[in-house]
């Protein structure tokens, strides 16, 4: 275009120039819009709040805001009785210090003093004064694998094996018809060292013929291994019955005052047994040059920490058993032992101790059975004198009749005031150990 001024429009004078403009900013886009206005319902009636009904079961107590926001709490020293649950639900609770309080729960009270804080809020959340889930899950297996162990010495239930069930034949001798029973007493020491023990009487075992007696130990140590995991759920122990005066004592002592004389040992105290099996396997460990040890060497640390042990003792205040380490060599069992002298003791649980009497009464019966159905020389056995023992001149007399059921004898524990504390077996005992069983009552 022409430089010059600008000609104006057809429509007039700008808008600018002639109508009040209105100001740009919109000082309502900063409030908050409201929702549009609904239409009034004519005639309708005004609407009720619904009642808020609660969730069903029981209401979960919550862990408070702020509490949840913890992750280090420290109330030690102080004068508190019981912990919260709440105190579970905090997810950013680490490290908590709560020694030096006079807990009513006595094993919180210990695992505050030496489990780490995971462990305790586990306890927490799982009610207190029970199992935790860890301990539960363990208990779970064991009961597995016990099952599993009972259901394989049962056999699958075939045909053949239940012909053959009338023979594992076992015969239980009440307290009450027993003229003169043998008794367990039980201090009051052992709660805090390995509380649960089961005892019984087995006659009619026959380990003369063969390798009847390399058998027997040879079950033993197996049922260590796999029901009993190692002895750290239960230890098995078998006397020769001819051999102990009762009643008996089931006590804890010191390890400086503990004296016993170990099976192929001489009489030692139990400190120094402990530091030569020690030094065992340290020097077996130099020689094979591996990690793992044997023998009684694996069970060592089962003691750790303990400032008494525990031990039975014959009336004549002699140890003949130092769970979970060794027998003594008093009531050793050898060829010519016919009435044994049955022990099982746990830290775990007393039905443990019941499970594994159980299979082990099973297993000598089967033991016993094969013996007879074999008909073993006792000239084809190369166990030596020492383990046999002196040797009966009279054979007669030990001859067992083929056709008689094993006896097992009823044994009270009782408390120091004579209270019962265990009777084994009871009604309930060796009833579902195995079908291949037949229980004489």
């Known amino acids: 275009p022409p430089p010059g001024p600008r000609p104006p429009s057809p429509a007039g004078p700008s808008r600018s120039s002639a109508v009040w403009r209105r100001p740009t900013t919109r000082w309502r886009s900063w409030a908050p819009t409201s929702p549009p206005c609904r239409p009034s319902r004519l005639g309708a009636e005004p609407r009720s709040r619904r009642p808020r009904t609660p969730e069903p079961g029981p209401r979960r107590h919550r862990c408070p805001r702020r509490l949840c926001l913890f992750q280090s709490l420290d109330v030690a020293n102080n004068q508190l009785r019981e912990l919260p649950a709440a105190l579970a639900d905090c997810p950013r609770l680490k490290e908590a210090n709560f020694r030096g309080n006079q807990l009513k729960d006595k094993r919180l009270e210990k695992m505050v003093n030496g489990c780490q804080t995971k462990a305790i809020l ?80 087995l006659k009619g075992v026959n380990l003369k013929p063969g390798n009847a007696l390399k058998r027997f130990l040879s079950a033993q140590t197996k049922l260590h291994e796999d029901i009993c995991e190692k002895r750290t759920a239960a230890t098995i122990a078998t006397h020769d019955l001819r051999l102990i005066k009762g009643p008996l004592i089931y006590d804890v002592q010191p390890p400086d005052e503990l004296k016993i004389t170990p099976l192929g040992r001489k009489e030692i105290k139990a400190k120094d047994l402990l530091c030569q099996l020690q030094l065992e396997a340290e020097e077996q460990r130099k020689q094979k040059k591996r990690q793992n040890v044997s023998g009684l060497h694996k069970y060592l640390q089962l003691l750790d920490g303990k400032d008494n042990y525990p031990c039975l003792v014959d009336a004549e205040g002699v140890v003949i058993s130092f769970p979970p ?30 499970d594994v009497m159980d299979t082990l009464i099973l297993k000598i019966a089967e033991l016993n059975r094969f013996t007879l159905e074999n008909k073993e020389d006792t000239s084809s056995d190369n166990e030596s004198d020492a383990l046999c023992g002196p040797v009966n001149l009279n054979p007669s007399q030990n001859v067992q009749p083929t056709n008689l059921p094993l006896v097992v004898e009823q044994v009270r524990v009782v408390d120091t005031d004579g209270n019962l504390k265990v009777l084994y077996p009871s009604k309930t005992d060796l009833t579902t150990v195995s079908p291949l069983l037949t229980v004489m009552r």
Do not use: M
């Not at 860890?134 to 094996?161: H, I, L, Y």
């Not at 050793?332 to 039905?351: A, G, M, N, P, Y």
């Open 325 to 354: 380490i060794t027998n003594s060599e008093k009531t050793k069992i050898r060829k010519d032992t016919h009435d044994l002298f049955l022990e099982v003791t746990s830290d775990t649980s007393l039905q443990i101790c019941k």
């Open 122 to 201: 586990e306890y927490l959340r799982a009610g207190g004064r029970g199992k935790g889930k860890a301990e539960s899950a363990r208990e779970e297996a064991r009961k597995k694998k016990r099952e599993k162990q009972q259901k394989k010495d049962g056999g699958d239930g075939e045909q053949d094996e239940l012909e053959e069930a009338s023979k594992l034949l076992v015969k239980v001798l009440h307290v009450s018809e027993n003229p003169a029973p043998l008794v367990v007493k039980a201090s009051l020491g052992v709660k805090d060292v390995r509380p649960f023990i089961v005892c019984c009487v």
